[in-house]
């Protein structure tokens, strides 16, 4: 068996490249070849199982029936286009908004991330009447021009665009109070810094986009009020605030549904994409009324595929599965669960500063125990022998030295406490 997969594996991945490109990413040194999930499992085509404690596009668990189901009832009655009335997509559309506070009242939907993100973009533009936009120095938000013109955290070969203004989002991990004060007043000074040069430079601000939990960046603990400090400047500048919630969003903190809710500051655009259709393309913008009326009122906008019946049933389908099978509790317990045994079991380890995340997202960073620098082979090498071992995680961070935990939301008790039992082996190992 093992020796019919190398073959299977070395042949599919030399197809691959003949079809995808030699450039197309894969994880790990020796790519897995996948054949089936459910739940939180998947399978691989050697038999193998291994534990998914890293993917957020199967949301409520891979191959879950009643999602499964939904698209696959919706496709045998009706696939089409937006631009007829159906009952599928405003349904969906008020079970949506209905999770969202009172001001972010409309949503426009779109097929992943990227669109969403372009689409806020756009809008603020148009609102603001200003071009300028504020981005952390290592994020990623999308793939398309607009995006890669603005993205830090991966290799692109579009320069940054003269338009864009970068922050270091300020963490304060390990700090007291006394250092975060001053890490938080120098934040700030920061974006003051950069509103200035976009206003002097004739762009002006017309948003500050980032995501809730940091989490390209590495999970990093920012000071109590920098948030409210940032998105108060670039209101006072004109700008908008869009919360880029792919990651942090649809109830992965737990206690929370959307992770813009962790900070005294609402968005005035949100965007989503990857749980939303749990495994189904679909994203969507959502903002308040006066936005979208002032937008439509100047610019004819629709997508073919979004918001299509199929693309509603699907979503429709992943929050009703989340409220039956009482997800964000789980999450909430789990989660806590998750953080507390890896503290328990790894606080006082000189290679890592603490556990990091919030809710079904955890980190932790190595540092070299000498120097104090971040140290991704140490990272990199944990996350091959969880693979190797049969647990699935990544790495994220500045220097790629982060661990990065992100189960579907169906991880369950006894998965954490496997997940921890052979993380704290393999690094008490090394």
């Known amino acids: 068996m093992t020796e019919n997969r190398e073959i299977n594996t070395a042949s599919l991945l030399e197809r691959r490249k003949r079809t995808l490109g030699s450039h197309t990413p894969l994880f790990y ?23 998914d404690a890293y993917n957020n596009v199967p949301h409520v668990g891979h191959a879950h029936p009643a999602i499964a189901d939904a698209v696959s009832q919706q496709m045998r009655k009706l696939a089409l286009n937006t631009r007829y009335l159906n009952n599928r997509v405003v349904d969906y559309s008020e079970a949506l908004l209905d999770t969202f506070g009172p001001t972010l009242n409309r949503v426009s939907f779109g097929n992943s991330g990227s669109e969403a993100n372009e689409l806020a973009i756009r809008m603020a533009r148009f609102q603001s009447g200003n071009t300028g936009l504020i981005m952390s120095d290592y994020s990623y938000h999308g793939t398309t021009i607009t995006l890669a013109q603005a993205t830090t955290g991966l290799q692109t070969s579009e320069p940054m665009g003269e338009n864009v203004g970068l922050i270091r989002i300020p963490d304060a991990t390990g700090l007291d ?26 762009f002006g601000v017309a ?8 989490s390209t960046e590495g999970l990093v603990k920012v000071p109590a009020g920098y948030v409210e400090g ?19 969003g649809f109830g992965r903190i737990g206690r929370l549904m959307w992770g813009h809710e962790l900070f005294d500051a609402t968005p005035d655009i949100v965007t989503m994409g990857k749980p939303m259709g749990n495994g189904h393309p679909l994203g969507a913008t959502v903002m308040g009324a006066q936005l979208l009326e002032d937008f439509g009122s100047e610019n004819m906008f629709f997508n073919t595929f979004a918001g299509n019946p199929v693309s509603s049933a699907a979503g429709h389908a992943v929050l009703n599965v989340m409220a039956d099978e009482g997800l964000m509790p789980r999450a909430a317990a789990n989660g806590a669960l998750l953080k507390r045994e890896l503290s328990r079991e790894l606080t006082g380890n000189p290679r890592i500063d603490e556990v990091r995340g ?31 071992d049969g647990v699935l995680i990544s790495r994220v961070g500045r220097n790629d030295e982060v661990l990065k935990i992100r189960p579907p939301l169906a991880f369950e008790e006894s998965d ?15």
């Open 230 to 248: 940032l998105v108060q400047r670039v209101h006072a500048a004109g700008g908008l605030y869009i919360a880029d919630e792919v990651q942090s």
């Open 207 to 214: 948003a500050v986009l980032f995501d809730p939990l940091f």
């Open 358 to 388: 919030d809710g079904l997202f955890a980190g932790m960073r190595f540092t070299d125990p000498l120097s104090g620098a971040a140290d991704p082979a140490t990272a990199k090498r944990v996350v091959e022998d969880m693979y190797r």
């Open 416 to 430: 954490a406490e496997l997940l921890v039992n052979k993380l704290s082996r393999i690094i008490g190992e090394l």
């Open 29 to 51: 040194d020796t790519p897995l070849q996948l054949v089936s999930g459910e739940g939180v499992w998947l399978r691989a085509i050697d038999g193998s199982s291994y534990l």
């Open 177 to 202: 109070e006394a250092a975060t004060a001053k890490l938080l007043e120098s934040a700030l000074a920061e974006v003051d810094t950069v509103i200035a040069s976009l206003q002097s430079s004739g």
